[in-house]
């Protein structure tokens, strides 16, 4: 028996069926798609980001306040020699010569030395107080009790 026409019903195409984006559209899921990429590699290498800051993110504040940051030569009591990053040179009368910093000095985090010293000259760059701790290499024989609160006004003020 043959099936009877119906011209409002429409047969199925052979082949796949693709979406349709509009242009905005398109724009929008890679636009997302970047963001995800960018979110889960910070996520998943954090050493990306912290080597991020340590190479670009400091190095534009060394001018700014007067420092230059490298490996420092490190030896905790009953360790072997290391090479720590941290403050390999201060410029006399800068910002951070006038807050006590002192060559040799490695800034101290409970997390990651390199983006809390970042994130404290960022907030000091942008007019708020901001302290850090360091310890000198010098003093390394002292252990941690050698340790120094670092305070820095707003560069404003420090000037």
């Known amino acids: 028996m043959a099936r009877a026409h119906h011209p409002h019903v429409r047969r199925a195409e052979s082949g796949p069926q693709f979406l349709r ?3 905005w559209q398109f724009v929008v899921i890679v636009g997302g798609l970047a963001l995800v990429l960018i979110v889960v590699g910070f996520a998943v290498y954090p050493s990306a980001y912290r080597r ?3 190479d670009v993110g400091i190095k534009k504040f060394e001018t700014e306040f007067g420092f230059r940051t490298g490996l420092v030569e490190w030896q ?3 360790r072997a020699r290391e090479l720590v990053w941290g ?4 410029t006399p009368n ?7 910093v002192r060559d040799g000095d490695i800034p101290l985090a409970f997390h990651d030395r390199v983006s809390e010293l ?3 000259l960022e907030q000091v760059s942008s007019g708020q107080a901001a302290s850090f701790e360091v310890l000198n290499s010098a003093d390394a024989a002292l ?8 305070r ?4 404003g003020a420090l000037r």
């Open 152 to 155: 820095l006004a707003p560069l």
């Open 143 to 150: 252990g941690y009790t050698a340790r120094r609160q670092i």
């Open 52 to 54: 991020y800051v340590q």
């Open 118 to 120: 970042y994130a404290t």
């Open 76 to 78: 905790a009591p009953g």
């Open 21 to 23: 984006l509009g242009p």
């Open 87 to 90: 403050v390999v040179a201060v």
């Open 94 to 100: 800068g910002a951070f010569a006038r807050a006590g």
